[in-house]
């Protein structure tokens, strides 16, 4: 089994998961420095690739050989601009091009690591009658996303492998790299006065880095059955960024405020994310294991090394 962007978070945590399973690992990443980093104690192998150049990305897939492939090489969502659209455009499209020519003929599976974000701000379906939602993409980021999940589908069926999209909300956890909780995690245990929120209004449903990997084992038990689709995955709780912000600041135990920032919300904000779970329930028998608070205590005690008096209470609590 190949992780591409092995080296990234999701990746380095499916990495170990699909090892202690007994699956033999290619982790795939352009850094060779990252690779080396990459759970030493593991027997993986370490393939240093740049996928967006297609003669070496064909060379080191064929190489290796996979049966399946977890595509989660990415460049992350960022501050508009040109040169992060071209880099969107080589990382989140040509490289996935390249990717999918090299498994051409494999008849193996390809679970494509898409984002929650190529919904944009489309409207939801009623949540009687339907899972799915429009792609309406708002960002570079989620436009070269949703083309990247396109084109997957496109050359499934054209060149003999299979197809599964995991799409998740925010994913979090230890280890994760800098995003809103890992931001206000930071700024409350340095004794920050105030935070201030891009925007505040906006709705998020974390989804815990455990049950994202669960998720993605059991799309390997019905990869065939499951090709061609797309599959939404979320925490099961969906929250206010000011709301998620003020529950990780007294899990910190800080007095730090955290005030919305209405007026300088990004104008590609997606205002509501989360997740209607049913499909990922009906289709992988997958369910949410980690709520929210609980999550937001273990991402909290591995920044800190040792949770604050306020953060052992709400866990003793919790437990008995």
């Known amino acids: 089994m190949l992780i591409t962007g092995a080296a990234g978070f999701l990746g380095s945590h499916l ?11 290619g982790a795939m990443s352009r850094s060779r420095s ?30 290796f050989a996979p049966e399946v492939i977890f595509h989660y090489a990415s460049e992350p969502d960022a501050e508009e601009s040109f040169d992060h659209t071209r880099r969107c455009i080589q990382t989140n499209l040509l490289a996935t091009v390249n990717v ?8 193996g599976l390809l679970v494509y690591g898409d984002s929650a974000k190529v919904y944009g701000n489309a409207p939801w379906p009623d949540p009687a009658s339907a899972f799915d939602r429009q792609m309406e993409p708002n960002s570079s980021y989620a436009v070269t996303k949703a083309a990247g999940w396109m084109m997957s589908r496109c050359h499934s069926a054209l060149h003999g492998f299979k197809t599964v999209s995991l799409r998740p909300t925010l994913i979090y956890g230890p280890g994760q790299p800098r995003n809103l909780i890992r931001y206000v995690i930071e700024r409350a245990c340095a004794g920050d006065e105030t935070i201030t929120l891009s ?3 906006q709705t998020r449903d974390p989804l815990f880095i455990d049950d994202a990997i669960d998720a993605a084992v059991r799309v390997l038990e019905r ?35 955290v005030r919305p920032g209405p007026d300088i919300a990004r104008p590609t904000e997606v205002w509501r994310i989360a997740s209607d779970n049913r499909k990922a329930e009906q289709s992988l028998q997958w369910f949410v294991n980690t709520p929210f608070r609980e999550g937001l205590a273990r991402t909290i005690r591995d920044h800190l090394g040792e949770c604050p008096a306020t953060l052992s209470s709400t866990t003793r609590r919790r437990t008995t």
Do not use: K, N, W
Request: negative net charge.
């Open 100 to 107: 999918l020519e090299a498994f051409a003929g494999s008849g």
């Open 199 to 201: 925007g505040g209004d």
């Open 34 to 63: 990252r690779l080396e980093a990459l759970h030493p104690e593991l027997a993986i192998d370490r393939i240093e690739c740049d996928l967006t150049q297609r003669d070496e990305a064909h060379a080191r897939i064929g190489e």
């Open 223 to 257: 990869g065939d059955a499951l090709s061609g689709q797309a599959i939404t995955i979320g925490g099961g709780q969906e929250m206010s960024v000011l709301e998620i912000a003020r529950l990780i600041v007294e899990l910190c135990g800080s007095s730090t405020a």
């Open 15 to 25: 990495a170990r998961a699909l090892t202690e399973r007994g699956a033999i690992v």
